[in-house]
Protein backbone atom coordinates (compact mmCIF):
# COMPACT_ATOMS: atom_id res chain seq x y z
CA UNK A 1 0.00 0.00 0.00
CA UNK A 2 1.15 3.10 -0.65
CA UNK A 3 1.13 6.13 1.50
CA UNK A 4 -1.44 8.48 -0.69
CA UNK A 5 -3.80 4.93 -1.49
CA UNK A 6 -6.83 5.20 0.27
CA UNK A 7 -8.31 2.07 1.52
CA UNK A 8 -11.61 0.72 0.15
CA UNK A 9 -13.91 -0.39 3.59
CA UNK A 10 -15.88 -3.32 2.46
CA UNK A 11 -18.18 -5.26 4.18
CA UNK A 12 -19.23 -9.38 3.73
CA UNK A 13 -22.20 -10.46 5.38
CA UNK A 14 -21.03 -13.93 7.11
CA UNK A 15 -22.41 -16.16 9.76
CA UNK A 16 -18.53 -18.15 10.22
CA UNK A 17 -16.33 -15.69 9.82
CA UNK A 18 -14.24 -17.74 7.34
CA UNK A 19 -16.91 -16.93 4.15
CA UNK A 20 -19.54 -14.62 2.53
CA UNK A 21 -22.49 -17.09 3.15
CA UNK A 22 -25.45 -14.92 4.35
CA UNK A 23 -28.43 -13.29 3.61
CA UNK A 24 -28.02 -9.55 4.78
CA UNK A 25 -31.21 -9.90 6.77
CA UNK A 26 -30.18 -13.25 8.38
CA UNK A 27 -26.02 -12.30 8.37
CA UNK A 28 -25.06 -12.83 12.76
CA UNK A 29 -21.61 -10.96 11.74
CA UNK A 30 -20.16 -8.60 9.18
CA UNK A 31 -16.37 -8.87 8.67
CA UNK A 32 -15.54 -5.02 8.06
CA UNK A 33 -12.19 -4.90 5.89
CA UNK A 34 -9.86 -2.25 4.88
CA UNK A 35 -8.57 -3.53 1.07
CA UNK A 36 -6.10 -1.62 -1.10
CA UNK A 37 -4.42 -3.18 -4.31
CA UNK A 38 -1.62 -4.80 -2.07
CA UNK A 39 -2.65 -5.19 1.04
CA UNK A 40 -6.09 -6.24 3.49
CA UNK A 41 -7.01 -6.16 7.18
CA UNK A 42 -9.74 -6.94 9.44
CA UNK A 43 -10.75 -3.43 11.06
CA UNK A 44 -14.29 -4.66 12.80
CA UNK A 45 -16.85 -7.15 13.32
CA UNK A 46 -19.54 -6.25 13.63
CA UNK A 47 -22.30 -8.39 15.56
CA UNK A 48 -26.12 -8.97 15.48
CA UNK A 49 -28.27 -10.78 17.88
CA UNK A 50 -31.33 -10.50 16.07
CA UNK A 51 -31.49 -11.77 12.67
CA UNK A 52 -34.32 -12.39 10.06
CA UNK A 53 -34.39 -15.91 9.02
CA UNK A 54 -32.63 -17.18 5.83
CA UNK A 55 -36.09 -17.26 4.27
CA UNK A 56 -36.09 -13.32 4.17
CA UNK A 57 -39.60 -12.96 6.05
CA UNK A 58 -39.93 -9.52 8.45
CA UNK A 59 -41.38 -8.62 11.18
CA UNK A 60 -42.77 -4.58 10.46
CA UNK A 61 -42.90 -4.07 14.33
CA UNK A 62 -39.16 -4.80 14.86
CA UNK A 63 -36.82 -3.40 12.41
CA UNK A 64 -33.96 -4.99 12.26
CA UNK A 65 -32.84 -3.42 9.24
CA UNK A 66 -31.69 0.36 9.97
CA UNK A 67 -29.00 -1.06 12.87
CA UNK A 68 -27.14 -2.79 10.71
CA UNK A 69 -27.66 -0.29 7.94
CA UNK A 70 -26.05 2.72 10.71
CA UNK A 71 -23.21 -0.14 11.84
CA UNK A 72 -22.17 -0.50 8.57
CA UNK A 73 -21.93 3.54 7.76
CA UNK A 74 -18.52 4.42 6.34
CA UNK A 75 -18.11 1.19 3.84
CA UNK A 76 -18.21 1.66 0.40
CA UNK A 77 -19.13 -1.91 -0.86
CA UNK A 78 -21.13 -4.70 0.99
CA UNK A 79 -20.87 -8.25 -0.35
CA UNK A 80 -24.11 -10.35 0.77
CA UNK A 81 -25.73 -13.55 -0.81
CA UNK A 82 -29.00 -12.02 -1.12
CA UNK A 83 -31.03 -8.52 -0.28
CA UNK A 84 -34.69 -7.48 0.08
CA UNK A 85 -35.27 -4.75 -1.81
CA UNK A 86 -36.58 -2.18 1.20
CA UNK A 87 -33.01 -3.14 2.94
CA UNK A 88 -31.01 -2.56 -0.40
CA UNK A 89 -32.69 0.93 -0.64
CA UNK A 90 -31.78 1.35 2.86
CA UNK A 91 -28.50 0.32 1.96
CA UNK A 92 -27.99 2.75 -0.92
CA UNK A 93 -29.56 5.53 0.59
CA UNK A 94 -26.50 5.23 3.27
CA UNK A 95 -24.36 5.51 0.25
CA UNK A 96 -23.07 1.44 0.46
CA UNK A 97 -22.91 -0.28 -2.59
CA UNK A 98 -24.20 -3.91 -2.32
CA UNK A 99 -23.03 -6.84 -4.12
CA UNK A 100 -24.99 -9.93 -4.48
CA UNK A 101 -23.21 -13.53 -5.03
CA UNK A 102 -24.89 -16.67 -6.14
CA UNK A 103 -22.81 -18.89 -3.93
CA UNK A 104 -20.79 -18.91 -0.45
CA UNK A 105 -17.48 -17.95 -1.25
CA UNK A 106 -14.35 -17.68 0.93
CA UNK A 107 -13.79 -14.32 2.65
CA UNK A 108 -10.17 -14.43 1.14
CA UNK A 109 -11.61 -14.84 -2.80
CA UNK A 110 -14.12 -11.75 -2.13
CA UNK A 111 -10.88 -9.73 -1.07
CA UNK A 112 -8.73 -10.73 -3.98
CA UNK A 113 -11.15 -9.76 -6.31
CA UNK A 114 -11.37 -6.31 -4.81
CA UNK A 115 -7.95 -6.58 -5.02
CA UNK A 116 -8.12 -7.00 -8.57
CA UNK A 117 -11.00 -4.32 -9.40
CA UNK A 118 -8.79 -1.44 -7.33
CA UNK A 119 -6.03 -2.42 -9.95
CA UNK A 120 -7.99 -2.15 -12.55
CA UNK A 121 -10.44 0.86 -13.39
CA UNK A 122 -12.63 0.72 -10.43
CA UNK A 123 -16.58 2.40 -11.28
CA UNK A 124 -16.97 5.85 -10.80
CA UNK A 125 -18.44 5.88 -7.64
CA UNK A 126 -15.37 4.56 -6.23
CA UNK A 127 -12.99 6.45 -8.16
CA UNK A 128 -14.71 9.32 -5.71
CA UNK A 129 -14.35 7.23 -2.20
CA UNK A 130 -10.87 6.10 -3.30
CA UNK A 131 -9.93 10.03 -3.92
CA UNK A 132 -8.72 9.18 -7.70
CA UNK A 133 -9.32 11.59 -10.28
CA UNK A 134 -12.55 11.17 -12.34
CA UNK A 135 -12.00 10.40 -16.24
CA UNK A 136 -12.92 11.57 -19.10
CA UNK A 137 -15.61 9.00 -20.47
CA UNK A 138 -14.37 9.84 -23.66
CA UNK A 139 -10.83 9.76 -23.05
CA UNK A 140 -11.04 6.41 -22.03
CA UNK A 141 -12.33 5.54 -25.44
CA UNK A 142 -10.40 7.97 -27.57
CA UNK A 143 -7.63 5.46 -28.66
CA UNK A 144 -10.39 3.05 -30.09
CA UNK A 145 -11.54 6.05 -32.75
CA UNK A 146 -8.20 7.69 -33.60
CA UNK A 147 -7.04 7.62 -37.29
Request: glycine share 6%.
Amino acid sequence: MTDSEIPLKIAIATNDMERLDAHFGSAAKFAVYEVTTASSRLVEVLEFDVVTDQKGGHDNLDDRITPKVEALTGCALLFVLAIGGPSAAKVVRAGIHPIKRKDPEPIAEVIAQTQTMLKGSPPPFLRKVLGRPQTDFASDYAEDYSE
